[in-house]
C-alpha cells in the first residue's frame, strides 16, 4: 500500500523540515503541535516520508516494543535510507545488543554513585554562581559549564578543557552549530581521535570513571567511539537547554520563582516539569519491523516513525488543560523527556540531581530572576536548544 493511499492528515513540514524553532514557527510551535494533535495520534509527513506520532500514548506505545519498532535503522529523519557498519551510537541499537551495552555503563550511574557524586555538583554550582554578576547570559555563563564540568569528571576526562567538550558536543548535534558539514566532519574527526586515546590511556592507568569501565570492556574502537561520542553529547547538551529553558519561564513568572523560595520542598516537581517543558530532545525516529498499527493507523513494515515527544509532553488528554502551563507544583507529571522503556535515559537520575541542585543554589542567592530582552534558539530540528537568553539577578 502506497503512502497516498494510506489514512494519513497534514503535517506542518516546518514543524522538522527546517529547525524545530525555525521559519514562520520560531518561537512559537506550540500552536502547529496542538494542531497536530487535533488531526489524530498518527499523522504522514508527505515530504519526508515517514509518520508522526504526536499524542502521548502513541509515542509511549512505540517506545516500549522495539520487536515492532526498532531503532537499529536510524533514529533521526536524515538516516532514513542509511546504513551504518557499526553502530554511531547505543540509540541505535535494540535488545539483546542495547542491553549488553547499556549493562557496561550502569554502574556509573547506580544510586550510589550518584549520591557520591551530589557533593561535587553542589561545589560545581557554588564556584560558578560566585562569579557570576548582576546580570549575565544564562546559557553562556551558567548551563553551558555545569553540565560539563560534571560530564568530565563523571566520564574521566580533564574538567579544564570543558570549552573543548562544548565545541565537540556541538557539532554532533545537527542544527546546534552554524560550522559547515566539511568542519563538523574535521571536528568530529579530532574528538574521536581525542576520547579514544584517552580511553587507551585508561587501560594502563584506570580510575574510577566510566571511561575506565570502557576502556575493561573488551570494546572496538567503533564501540569505544559509540560510547564516548554519545556519553560526552547527552551528557550535557539535555541538561543544559532543560536548565536554559526551565529558569528561564521562572523568569518569565516571577509569581512561580516566589512560591519556590517560600516551599523548597517544590523543587523535586519543578524539575520534573523544566524536563516535560523543555522536551529537550525534540524525537527520535523508530522503524516499523511488522505490519502493525498505531493509533488506529495501519503502519507497514519498513515504514518509518518519528516519535515527537516534544508535542507528547503537551498532550492535553495527559497534562489536561494546563497542557501548555508551566506549573512547578504539576502532579502526576508522566512526561517523556527521557524516552521510554529500554532506551529511557541511563543519566536521569543524574539530571533531576543537576537541575536539583542548580534551582537550591540559585534559589539561595537571588531573590528574583527577570528575563531581558530575547531568547535566542538554535535551529536543530533534533535539540531544542538555547544559545542565549540574558537575566537580571537580584541578591538575596
Known amino acids: 500500500m502506497t503512502a497516498s493511499t494510506r489514512r494519513h492528515e497534514p503535517l506542518t513540514e516546518a514543524v522538522l523540515a527546517d529547525g524545530f524553532f525555525a521559519g514562520e514557527i520560531v518561537e512559537e510551535p506550540w500552536q502547529h503541535l496542538a494542531q497536530l494533535r487535533a488531526a489524530g495520534p498518527v499523522s504522514w509527513n508527505e515530504g519526508g516520508g515517514y509518520w508522526v506520532a504526536s499524542h502521548h500514548r502513541e509515542v509511549q506505545q512505540a517506545s516500549v516494543d522495539p520487536t515492532r519498532f526498532c531503532s537499529g535503522q536510524g533514529i533521526l529523519t536524515f538516516e532514513i535510507g542509511h546504513t551504518y557498519p557499526s553502530p554511531p551510537t547505543m540509540m541505535h541499537t535494540d535488545p539483546p545488543d542495547h542491553t549488553r551495552y547499556r549493562a557496561l555503563v550502569a554502574p556509573a550511574f547506580r544510586p550510589s554513585a550518584m549520591k557520591a557524586l551530589h557533593p561535587h555538583l553542589v561545589g560545581h554550582a557554588r564556584r560558578l554562581l560566585d562569579s557570576l554578576g548582576d546580570t549575565i547570559d544564562i546559557v553562556h555563563d551558567f548551563t553551558v559549564p555545569f553540565p560539563l564540568l560534571v560530564i568530565c569528571e563523571l566520564l574521566g576526562v580533564p574538567a579544564d578543557e570543558w570549552e573543548k567538550f562544548y565545541l565537540w558536543s556541538e557539532v554532533s548535534v545537527p542544527g546546534a552549530s552554524d560550522h559547515t558539514p566539511e568542519q563538523r566532519l574535521a571536528i568530529q574527526g579530532e574528538m574521536i581521535g581525542y576520547l579514544l586515546g584517552v580511553v587507551a590511556q585508561k587501560k594502563m592507568h584506570p580510575g ?30 539535555t541538561v543544559r537547554n532543560t536548565m536554559s529553558s526551565g529558569i528561564i519561564e521562572l523568569a518569565r513568572d516571577p509569581d512561580q520563582w516566589q512560591r519556590l523560595r517560600a516551599d523548597r520542598s517544590l523543587i523535586p516537581l519543578a524539575a520534573e516539569e523544566m524536563l516535560r517543558w523543555s522536551s529537550s530532545v525534540i524525537y527520535f525516529m523508530r522503524t516499523a519491523v511488522e505490519d502493525t498499527d498505531l493509533g488506529g493507523t495501519t503502519i507497514a513494515a519498513g515504514d518509518h516513525v518519528v516519535l515527537l515527544y516534544a508535542s507528547a509532553n503537551r498532550d492535553e488528554a495527559v497534562f489536561g488543560p494546563t497542557a501548555a502551563q508551566f506549573d512547578i507544583a504539576r502532579s502526576p507529571n508522566p512526561h517523556l523527556a527521557f524516552g521510554f522503556g529500554a532506551h529511557y535515559c541511563i543519566g536521569a537520575s543524574l539530571a533531576r540531581q543537576e537541575i536539583g541542585v542548580v534551582l537550591n543554589e540559585m534559589l539561595d542567592r537571588y531573590s528574583s530572576i527577570e528575563l531581558v530582552g530575547d531568547v535566542q534558539r538554535t535551529r536543530s530540528s533534533i535539540i531544542a536548544g538555547i544559545q542565549k537568553a540574558t537575566l537580571a539577578l537580584t541578591p538575596s
Do not use: K, Y
Open 208 to 237: 574510577d570513571d566510566v571511561f575506565s569501565l570502557l576502556a575493561a570492556a573488551g570494546l572496538t574502537d567503533f564501540e569505544i567511539a559509540m560510547f564516548a561520542v554519545q556519553l560526552l553529547t547527552a551528557g550535557n547538551e
